[in-house]
């Protein structure tokens, strides 16, 4: 079961007002995570994972851009309800973000430590030679070696994994209770990927930090979640627990891409399944179930009403399918 | 090729350094050598750049006689009133339109006043002005220019402003405005200023408009930083480079534009010497006394000429792009 509720997304709807109109990137989402918790949020490139990640912070222009519908409960408040100045403390302090590309997410003009120090300040009423010690010991945290001499760095002197280190690092400066990490080991190498991910996870168990990790790679999921929510078009199509999830996955989309994972012990010869199809643009929404124009199991009812997200009896797996019914039975014949 | 040479060396040490640093990423254990042994490497590497520096800038050769011209300038505005025991207003009705000689090293204008004292104060006014219209016009331009970059609807309203400025010819402007304002120093500074700030605004809203789009820009967003932050903290440095650049053209070109408009009578009143003025003053005795027009004018150039070169050798030192497209030329 999942712990105590720190972020509780419901019915989360963002609209970006286009010139071709409004569209949602995000239409409906509903999800938790709870006080300690890593939950991984997957699915293809223009799924709203992203959009979802910066839709908590509320990210996008308010002004010309974007609206929000729903609720995003933090603890006691509702952050779609603040004012600005309210949200401001509450991003970098309570929340943090890590982004995707850590090799243009520091300021080049800066130096590392200033960076840290910096949102130190922001957020807390902290001298600037406290917070440049703290900043110090923030990069011995993440395992950057020779802190001291780093922070008087810029970010050009240092390799890719070292500055995703120094994004956690200023991630971390105000001991936030929730950190997303959207996509954070995209642009590096594979080792790379492992440490980032490994500090990630430590991170976690040490500070009791949740994480909101989004990814496209389910192989990370299965390495460092504990419960995971798939995302198609900009809703939740699955959500449970990573055991349950991996074990049996009940979402047409779940599967298709569990299957097109490579396997080391697959066969060489055959052609890696894929997800047939592509996501569709944002305008172009199909009635009926989403994925129904790509989904194998597809039937008429799919392709003229949309299933609602329910819990399957008897599990903690919530899905957004007519057959979903049917799929558990199958796979458990299989 | 000897600066090449040193250049690659310099760049060796930088990836061995480089490179001892990123095994000791990949195994996260502190580093081996000792902070002493750090502390020499560093200072040695610190010294290099140093050289490389002024090398680079020894090598340049418009930097290093705008510079050396400038130098002049600044020395010669700067000590006007000793260099020249003299008074610029003192008459000396006896020794009308003297040339040049050992009493008037430049010879004397139409009332009988030492040229060389009124060409050093014209000097003088004309890089005051010069030096005041370039920071204020770049701290005006700069603030229009950031916000305009930053926040969308402000866009249309200052750049259309700016445009609108743009579109007059900058002495027909300046003069309309020093006809409203009254001719005086400080009204003068202040029509050159309004003249040049759209040229700077346009640049630096152009730097930011490419900075703002940073992941960078976004990620200090989500870490709470507040909009004018983001602006001056962020932004502003991106744009401080062509800012420096384009203040330093603005100086050259509002000298001379000062002076034309002193020439035309529309800029600072008469008897106080500027080059425009004097230059005004000799037209009238061109044939007999050329010197009224020849000196005067000579520093002109000298002044503007040391302004642009040194601008043009500031723009090759701070921008990497210009210096490679020079290289190739």
Known sequence: MTAEPLLQIRELKTYFHTERGRVSPVDGVSLEVGKGEIVGIVGESGCGKSATAQSVLRLFDEKRLASYEGEIRYGERDLLRLTPKQMRSVRGNEISMIFQDPLSSLNPVHTIGDQIVETLRLHQSIGRREAAKKAVELLRLTGIPAPERRAREYPHQLSGGMRQRVMIAIALACQPQLLIADEPTTALDVTIQAQILELIQDLNRRLGMSVMLITHDLGVVAETCSRVVVMYLGQVVESGSVRDLFRKPLHPYTIGLMRSVPRLDGDRQRELPAVPGSVPPLHQIPSGCRFAPRCPYADDKCRSSQPELAALPGTDTQVRCWHAGRIAGWEAAQ | ?329
Not at chain 2, 69 to 86: D, I, K, N, Q
Not at chain 2, 162 to 182: K, N, S, T, V, Y
Request: net charge neutral.
């Open chain 2, 1 to 329: 090729m000897t600066s090449l040479t040193s250049l690659d060396s310099a760049t060796s040490l930088d990836a061995a350094e480089d490179a001892a640093e990123n095994s000791a990423d990949s195994i996260t254990t502190a580093d081996e050598r000792s902070p002493a042994e750090l502390a020499a490497g560093r200072l040695r590497l610190r010294r290099e750049n140093r050289r490389l520096f002024v090398r680079r800038f020894l090598a340049n050769k418009s930097a290093v006689i705008g510079s050396a011209l400038l130098l002049l300038v600044a020395v010669v505005s700067l000590l006007a009133p000793w260099l020249t025991g003299r008074d610029p207003y003192a008459l000396e009705v006896a020794d009308r339109l003297k040339p040049p000689g050992a009493e008037y090293p430049l010879g004397t204008d139409n009332f009988g006043r030492d040229l060389l004292t009124r060409v050093l104060y014209g000097t003088r006014m004309s890089a005051e002005i010069g030096f005041v219209v370039a920071l204020s016009s770049s701290l005006l331009g700069l603030v229009v220019g950031l916000y305009a970059g930053y926040v969308k609807w402000l866009d249309q309203i200052l750049m259309r402003v700016m445009d609108g400025l743009f579109a007059f010819p900058a002495i027909l402007l300046a003069i309309a405005m020093m006809a409203a304002l009254g001719p005086s120093v400080g009204n003068l500074m202040i029509c050159l200023t309004i003249v040049f700030v759209p040229s700077i605004a346009r640049l630096v809203r152009s730097s930011t408009l490419v900075a703002k789009e940073q992941t960078y820009v976004e990620a200090m967003h989500a870490l709470g930083a507040s909009h004018n932050r983001i602006v001056w903290k962020h932004l502003m440095p991106a744009a401080l480079s062509p800012l420096i650049v384009q203040g330093s053209f603005v100086f050259a070109e509002a000298i001379i534009v000062e002076a034309a408009l002193s020439f035309l009578g529309a800029g600072i009143p008469a008897p106080t010497p500027s080059l425009g003025n004097l230059l005004s003053d000799g037209k009238l005795f061109i044939y007999n006394s050329s010197w009224m027009t020849i000196f005067p004018g000579l520093a002109l150039v000298v002044v503007v000429l040391a302004m642009n070169l040194f601008g043009d050798g500031l723009r090759d030192l701070l921008d990497p792009h210009a210096r490679r497209a020079g290289k190739k030329r």
